[in-house]
């Protein structure tokens, strides 16, 4: 749940960018809790446009440093801890796994586990303060502008593959030499192989089984998703959040919490 006064909203895609985007959301926290959050890998890409104080985000030596003001996140493989430094207020675009990199206009593997400055590419492009809906419209119209611009495509093997492993379905048979470029076309359009990514979104859908309707526990929620044990399960929680599961649901707040409480829904199989 979001903490006091916080604000989180999740809304559906215009239909020219549904097989591209998965949703588009925003939170706001006038007055966020100054602690260290813990961000999971979820399998989607994201551009984010901070209206308020930019987060900090803590590098691999250890300090802390602001994030630019907009920023494309590539598929995440590891933590990311981030601290407020202010008041929060943010839109951003989820993108499908493989639904940014005609916009992003270079391969994918790239920008993993990287934060990409984009202020200069949105400069003109200025969200309105305390209005989530007007956010939402002036983002998808300049994303919508981009598209056709840009006559954006998907690769229909590698969704087919993003298909299988967001509905945990084994992956469609392919000889040898076909497995091996699908190999390569998934890491220069998603970001990471496919065997990681099932790994992410099976970490994911942990989250969905222990927030949904009949929460369960952890241990309840990690067989529902596809684990086999708990030992299992925890050495996915110390790969990709860097705690335990009971130590994360202690100390997260705020935004970490917010994005951890949305579900994956798999996207179309083609574009339009």
Do not use: N
């Amino acid at each position: 749940m979001p903490g006091q006064g916080d604000h989180y909203q999740e809304f559906e895609p215009p239909a020219a960018l549904r097989p591209f985007v998965r949703t588009i959301w925003t939170y706001a926290a006038p007055a966020p809790e100054p602690t260290v959050q813990r961000i999971a890998p979820d399998g989607c890409p994201e551009l984010v446009v901070d209206i308020g104080a930019p987060y900090e985000e803590q590098g691999a030596d250890g300090v802390f440093r602001l994030q630019p003001r907009a920023l494309f996140a590539g598929q995440m493989t590891r933590p990311l801890a981030l601290r407020p430094a202010g008041p929060v207020e943010l839109v951003a675009i989820r993108f499908e796994p493989d639904g940014a990199r005609d916009w992003l206009g270079v391969p994918l593997a790239g920008a993993t586990d990287r934060r990409l400055d984009m202020v200069g590419r949105l400069a003109g492009v200025h969200p309105p303060a305390g209005d989530p809906a007007a956010q939402v419209e002036l983002m998808t119209g300049w994303l919508e502008d981009q598209r056709r611009a840009e006559d954006w495509s998907l690769d229909a093997a590698v969704r087919a593959e993003i298909e299988a492993a967001g509905h945990d379905r084994p992956s469609p048979a392919r000889s040898p030499a076909a497995h091996r470029a699908l190999q390569r076309r998934f890491r220069d359009r998603v970001g990471v192989p496919p065997r990681l990514l099932r790994s992410i979104l099976r970490f994911r859908r942990v989250f969905d089984h222990a927030a949904g309707p009949e929460a369960a526990g952890w241990l309840e929620a990690g067989l529902e998703a596809g684990y086999f044990d708990q030992p299992q399960m925890a050495r996915d929680f110390r790969r990709f959040l860097g705690c335990t599961a009971t130590e994360w649901a202690r100390e997260q707040v705020g935004l970490a919490r917010s994005l951890a409480s949305q579900s994956y829904k798999p996207g179309p199989l083609s574009a339009h």
